[in-house]
């Protein structure tokens, strides 16, 4: 009698324990899952990354160019503004004595 029941409560312990594993099985499968869509996940991110990094190079580029363009026309600007002031009084001077004549 004792053996049999020291058969049975070794046959439930194998019972629970091969449920057990089938669990942890199952639950391995999910597990493996998850790491291919989260390896997938990772490589969509770095292909994003190297495409902002890219755009990023890019971008400075054609700021530098923007930059450089934009002080070339400020300095062509204030070139002319310099000479028109230069200009200005020899044209109030010419502008004056025609009023002066034509008030004479």
Excluded: C, W
Excluded at 7 to 23: D, G, I, K, M, S
Excluded at 49 to 64: D, F, P, V, Y
């Amino acid at each position: 009698m004792t053996y049999y029941l020291g058969e049975a409560v070794l046959f439930v312990a194998l019972v629970l324990t091969t449920l057990q594993a089938l669990r942890m099985r199952r639950e391995l499968r999910q597990v493996r899952a998850y790491q291919t869509e989260y390896h997938a996940a990772l490589g969509k991110t770095e292909a994003a990354l190297g495409a902002i990094q890219q755009t990023i190079r890019e971008l400075q580029t054609n700021g530098r160019e923007v930059i450089e363009e934009l002080g070339q026309r400020i300095d062509a600007g204030k070139r002319l503004v310099d000479e028109i002031k230069a200009s200005r009084p020899a044209a109030d001077a010419a502008q004056a004595q025609s009023r002066r004549r034509r008030a004479a």
